[in-house]
């Protein structure tokens, strides 16, 4: 496959990362004491006495087993000295009974015992001498002392019963007996530093925004809290959302943000980003910045807008200074106060506010300026304001200018004012002093391209682009700029220049660029871009590879054909396994030469006569050359056996070595080569192709002999997990479907290019339409054929109006080459339940408020239908909808609620009718009586003008 070196380096990861596993996540709970405790340390069970009935554990442990439930403790140690408080955490067995817990004195003697081994300067604690109280949910307000300590701890750890021994609370087990865990802390003190004797203290008064958060701890002592700002009791939570939109799971962060985070805290910065982020990555850039981004910037960045611009520069600079009085409450703030500021101009710039995201920047200059300590103070009835010096360091504030200064400078050229864009190209100039650096800003260099490109320096702008997309090459937002600076006239030429197609690495710096503009839609350049690549490579299979399925999406399988056939006759000595020790190998010589004596792509797909004498005699003629292929299925592998006629075994293509079937062949092929090397990989997946392209285009009786010499290749290797598994998915698809003789037409007749056919039906869809491909049925008495119409790859989704993927166009080009006037199956929907569905409600893409996957759907399929709409009134088709076929046990329970909502859109729908298989889920009968069956009741239902179809 396409593997870039040198000029351009591409390092793309297949796979989701591994990302946080979050073990204390449990029945839609935080572990919120583990985490709230940040003094927490680590003990061994041999420092504790031995036979306790009870252990003192290391960190978020946990107690497994066939018990029911379990209790964690929590021990806290309230000195004097911060230096010596302390909190262990406990994990007491599993008890049937409340009372057959261990009682709150000998909880303590083992706190005691792990205190003085860790504490040996501290003085030993005595129960004499302190105070012990029970807290819940680390809330101070709840705090209670204990009269008694011989009650159990199960008791201590709920409320609701009688019989108490605490001061002012009734005691009994509080759900401890109805959840899988109970927990709760003890706390001691020593007597006098007690701090609760009566009824709890009135709630605090909310904090405001603006001033500096304070976090009550176990010591009784406020302090400011830690560096990144996030109260303690919702830490959990903010960091298990962070990951979750780490791993682009914006559905679940989004839920812990609106339904955990602000209910608690409405104005939390954190949450207010993550939002905005979410509706930004979903391309819904007006609503990120209105309801989430400015709110941030707002609330923790610039309080309000400042006043209007003043002719006197000095004045305008005081009344920026004075709108920002108020420095961020700690330095995390300050960076999410900067973040949001800098998303809410980019989507500012996206929707075209160019001024206002001018304004945005100047007032996150002035912001950064207070923030950093450097503006002194702001002036305000006299009086200087200290600000805290969150952003000192200069490196840090150099880079965070520079984010800024590209901003404002596009925001500023994009106005299309003279004077603006002046400015703007002084920025980008101050941005890059020297363009011959080894190192210079990216997005900077990429405006500066743009900037170029508009006043008719384009050869420069195209080498600072191509220059970018080696720093950036999986920024979508460079490739899109690549793509239209190559869309002009002369760009092409442009680019031959700026790389010669024989120096070193052109190939790869072409092949590239081709998929590039592949993604976004642009074929023929894209196709040039592949010729180039094979041009500058010509041993490459991987560049005459993405060549022929470039030409495929464009619907010029001729062309493909011959981009591989060439391929194979120019590298003949190139093969695939080694032969030696019974292993399988076959050479890129040897399957051209089969290519050749069979006719290939020119083998005539012969009209069936009309005279039932000539029709007999030309089956008999085919079945003396028939090549049987029989699918076996193996402990090795499933593999397709074909034997050859005849006709062909003194001399013909017989007479070729292929290593033989079975467990030999795939042991001597695994030891020869564990794992196949990417070139013989390549190589494979070009022969694969070829199977694909004949059969598709139905030059049927070329396959067999071809199959014959791949099918040894495959023996003892795991090919569908290998970067071809898309190509091995279509040959081993084709190579079962021809051991299936039912209906089949081996020599079906060439498609016809104006009138539509009387005789035959297309079935236009993803990879499931190979499986009624070529295949003959009996509608109203007439034997009709079942022509593929093949759109690899597309799902519902691609068919949206904004989407420029290659399998849109694809569509469109297969669309065109059916007769007007045809019927016409259509089966799409499978690769959206399969990977779509799920992936985009769990990234938010469909909904504007609540997701779910019912919406998803309906979504989706309302996509599919309006371009049905256009598709109809365009080529007047005779339309049908084949239900969605449920191939995966893992998707099956999707596929049937996606085939339902589709069923009820088709009905309400005048253009097309529904023809479902009842029992699909059922799975009772064998495969001819499900498809009889489903034929029968589609014509009874489809009369006069549906589609009656029987065997």
């Known amino acids: 496959m396409i593997s870039p070196l040198k000029d351009i380096v591409i390092a793309v990861t297949l ?55 379990f209790m964690r403790l929590y021990v806290h140690y309230e000195a004097s000295d911060d230096a010596d408080a302390w909190t262990k955490r406990l994990t007491l067995p599993p008890v049937d009974e ?4 261990p009682s709150v004195r000998a909880v303590l003697r083992c706190f005691f015992a792990a205190y003085a081994a860790k504490f040996r300067h501290a003085a030993p604690l005595k129960l004499a001498d302190l105070d012990v109280f029970v807290e819940t949910d680390q809330d101070i307000a709840t705090r209670r002392r204990l009269r008694s300590l011989d009650v159990s701890v199960a008791l201590v750890g709920g409320a609701g019963g009688a019989g108490s021994g605490l001061n002012g609370l009734r005691m009994g087990s509080l759900g401890l007996f109805d959840t899988d865990t109970c927990d709760f802390e003890l706390v001691v003190t020593r007597k006098p530093n007690r701090k609760v004797l009566g009824p709890a203290p009135p709630p605090p008064k909310p904090t405001p925004v603006t001033a500096r958060k304070k976090c009550t701890q176990h010591n009784g002592t406020s302090h400011e809290e830690n560096e990144d700002g996030r109260d303690p009791k919702l830490r959990s939570v903010l960091e298990l ?29 954190e949450a207010l980003l993550a939002l905005g982020d979410i509706l930004l990555a979903n391309g819904r850039h007006a609503e990120a910045a209105k309801s989430y981004f400015l709110k941030c910037w707002r609330l923790h960045g610039c309080p309000s807008p400042p006043p209007a611009a003043s002719s006197d520069a000095t004045i305008k600079i005081k009344a920026e200074a004075l709108a920002l009085t108020t420095p961020a ?86 106005t299309k004012n003279p004077d603006d864009q002046e400015k703007a190209i002084s920025l980008v100039m101050h941005l890059l002093p020297d363009l011959q650096a080894p190192a210079v800003n990216l997005d900077a260099l990429l405006l500066y391209a743009k900037i170029a490109h508009d006043r008719g320096k384009k050869s420069e702008a195209l080498s600072m682009a ?85 030409l495929e999406v464009s619907l010029r399988y001729a062309e493909a054909y011959d981009v591989l056939a060439l391929f194979l006759s120019g590298n003949s000595m190139l093969s695939v396994g080694n032969g030696g020790n019974g292993a399988a190998q076959l050479s890129a010589g040897s399957f051209a030469e089969i290519l050749e004596r069979t006719g290939g792509w020119d083998s005539k797909n012969e009209d069936i006569s009309t005279l039932q004498e000539e029709v007999e005699k030309a089956e008999e003629d085919r079945k003396a050359v028939m090549w049987p292929v029989e699918w076996v299925v193996a402990l090795e592998g499933n593999y397709a056996k074909v034997t050859p006629p005849p006709s062909e075994l003194d001399g013909g293509l017989a007479s070729l070595a292929v290593a033989p079937f079975g467990h030999r062949t795939a042991v001597a092929n695994k030891k ?57 998915a279509y040959y081993a698809c084709i190579a079962q479907l021809l051991s299936i003789t039912e209906g089949f037409v081996i020599h079906p007749p060439p498609s016809p290019s104006v009138a539509a056919p009387v005789d035959e039906i297309y079935v236009c869809g993803d990879s499931h339409t190979l499986a009624t491909a070529w295949r003959e049925i009996n509608v109203h008495g007439q034997r009709t054929l079942l022509r593929p119409a093949l759109v690899t790859g597309l799902k519902h989704w691609h068919l949206r109006k904004e989407s420029t993927f290659y399998p849109k166009l694809n ?87 996606y085939n339902q909502l589709f069923q009820k859109r088709v009905a309400k729908s005048k253009i097309c009718n529904w023809h479902g298989f009842e029992h699909m889920r059922k799975g009772e009968e064998t495969r001819k009586a499900q498809v009889q069956d489903w034929l029968q009741a589609a014509a009874q239902r489809s009369q006069p003008h549906g589609l009656g179809f029987t065997f």
Not at 364 to 387: C, D, E, P, W, Y
């Open 15 to 69: 796979g989701v990362g591994a990302g946080m596993v979050w073990q204390n996540y449990k029945n839609e709970e935080m572990d919120r004491i583990s985490r709230f405790y940040s003094c927490v340390q680590p003990v061994s069970i041999a420092s504790a006495p031995t036979l306790l009935p009870f252990s003192i554990e290391e960190g978020a442990g946990g107690c497994g087993g066939v018990f029911l439930f």
């Open 98 to 101: 409340p009372a057959s817990a």
């Open 241 to 269: 959302a962070a990951a979750q939109m780490k791993q682009q799971k914006f559905r679940a962060a989004r839920e812990l943000h609106r339904t955990l985070v602000l209910p608690a805290e409405p104005t939390n910065p």
């Open 329 to 414: 409450a700690s330095k995390a703030y300050a960076r999410l106060a900067f973040t949001s500021a800098l998303r809410l101009a980019g989507c500012y710039l996206e929707t075209r506010k160019f001024h206002t995201a001018v304004e945005i920047l100047d007032e996150l200059q002035v912001f950064l300026r207070v923030n950093s300590g450097t503006a002194g103070g702001a002036i305000n009835g006299g009086a200087t304001a200290k600000n805290r010096a969150f952003f000192p360091d200069a490196k840090e504030r150099t880079w965070m200018e520079t984010q800024m200064d590209v901003l404002k400078a596009q925001a500023l050229y994009d």
């Open 466 to 550: 191509l220059r970018v997309l080696v720093g950036k090459s999986n920024d979508r937002a460079v490739k899109k700029a690549l793509v239209a600076l190559l869309k002009g006239p002369g760009a092409m030429e442009r680019l031959q220049q700026a790389v010669p197609a024989r120096s070193p690495s052109s190939g790869a710096a072409y092949a590239f660029i081709a998929t590039i503009l592949k993604d976004f839609g642009a074929m023929e350049k894209s196709l040039v871009c592949f010729r180039m690549a094979q041009l500058s490579d010509p041993h490459s299979a991987s560049y005459a590879l993405n060549h022929a399925h470039a």
């Open 672 to 728: 020869a080569a564990p794992v196949v090397s990417e070139v013989e990989l390549d190589l494979l997946a070009c022969f694969f192709t070829l199977v694909k392209i004949l059969f598709v285009n139905g030059r049927l009786s070329v396959l067999p002999p071809l199959i014959r010499v791949l099918e040894p290749l495959r023996l003892g290797h795991e090919l569908h997990r290998t970067s071809i598994r898309n190509e091995q």
């Open 811 to 897: 569509f469109w080009r297969v669309l065109a080459s059916i007769p007007a006037k045809s019927r016409v199956i259509f089966l799409f929907g499978e690769i959206d339940c399969r990977e779509g569905i799920l992936d985009a409600v769990e990234k938010c893409k469909y909904e504007v408020r609540c997701p779910s996957i019912e919406e998803g759907m309906a979504h989706t399929i309302g996509i599919f239908m309006e371009v049905l709409a256009d598709v109809v009134e365009k080529y007047e088709f005779e339309t049908y909808i084949h239900p969605i076929v449920p191939v995966l046990d893992e998707t099956r329970a999707l596929v049937v609620q």
